[in-house]
DNA sequence: ATAAACATACCGACTGGTCGGTATGTTTAT
DNA sequence: ATAAACATACCGACCAGTCGGTATGTTTAT
């Protein structure tokens, strides 16, 4: 049973660690860095986390959970109505993520590279896509979509996604990005809605 | 006026820099591993570019600019026939790039947070979008498909090629990315075809 | 000769991680 | 109650090694 002044710790360093992370970059950014932004000692630092990489990956596995849990409740009365839904909630997740997304690119790149990480990060991904999938059969069953290889169309529709999220990153003054999701979905509707 | 040797030795580098940033990333690519991959001394490195995000520099210049060049000269008779000839293309870009893919990934990152690179990054982007635009308004011109807001349909298009490229990188045997790329454009063919 | 091309040796800054020791609780024995 | 015994939390100096970049010398071509 953790201290009460433990827990504390831990949230102040994982709460600077991230601001760190999101500004310089995982490499840039030093644990010296973190720690004095925390205002916590080095030692402190490695008394809860035996490394660097381990703070990322918390960081990493609060992130996605949540993620998780936000696309759970977002289920409509149709499934249509459900991802122009989720279009409307785009908005709030650019701005809310804003200067952190470039950690999910992050995220990314180092998954690609690091075994451990990646295995982190495939497992909630892999999630989404049957969770996707599932919203495809969902509307195929209903009559609200043509029928098609859904695991395909899941793949779409978080290609999509995704892009779109990367581009917003990039470019976040370079487009309409709410605009442009709505558009994408609307054309991806087009495509897939029966008739 | 460089002489022949030295022509030969820029390539050398390059070469070597991008085995190298493709395998362990741009900031854990050292200056001497790349010298040792190159076979070349660090005296000749910082002979021929004055810094190692120089050579970072010069490797997304030549890389942005064959892609340019490659999308100049995937035109067809029509626009749709055009789209489709590019999702032909579409496995042997994946294929040679392979594990050079993650390098892309690392140009959008470093381009979100560096002020040079962000512009040496923008400047062909957004001329990927535009001739997207353009083919979409030929499109329209040419009857083939409907009538629609060719700037924003653009950026569908390009986020979509964006997305599926980066899940290509994080993911490449979790799916058929070139069936998948496939079934995109059939859906979006679909969404913005006329009739 | 001389200037470009290349090689070698080196510098100072910085990094992730360790470690000996201290301070702040918490449990146990009396 | 309280003091000894133990456990957890924390500190900050330190280390061994790495890095990008520079200074200086040598080779090569004209």
Redesign the pocket.
Known sequence: ??????????ARILDAAVRRFAITGY???????I?AAA??????????Y????AVFLALMQGWLGMIDLGLGSARKDTVPETLVHMTNLLPGVFAAAEDRLPMFLEFWLQASRDEKIWKAVIAPYRHYQEYFAKLVDDGIAEGSLKPADSQVAAQVIVSLAVGLVLQGVLDPHGADWEKTARASMQILMNGMAKS
């Open positions: 049973m953790p201290q009460q002044r433990s827990v504390e710790t831990r490499d840039a950014a030093s644990v010296d860095d720690c205002g916590v000692s080095k030692g402190a630092f490695y008394h809860h035996p490394t660097k990489q």
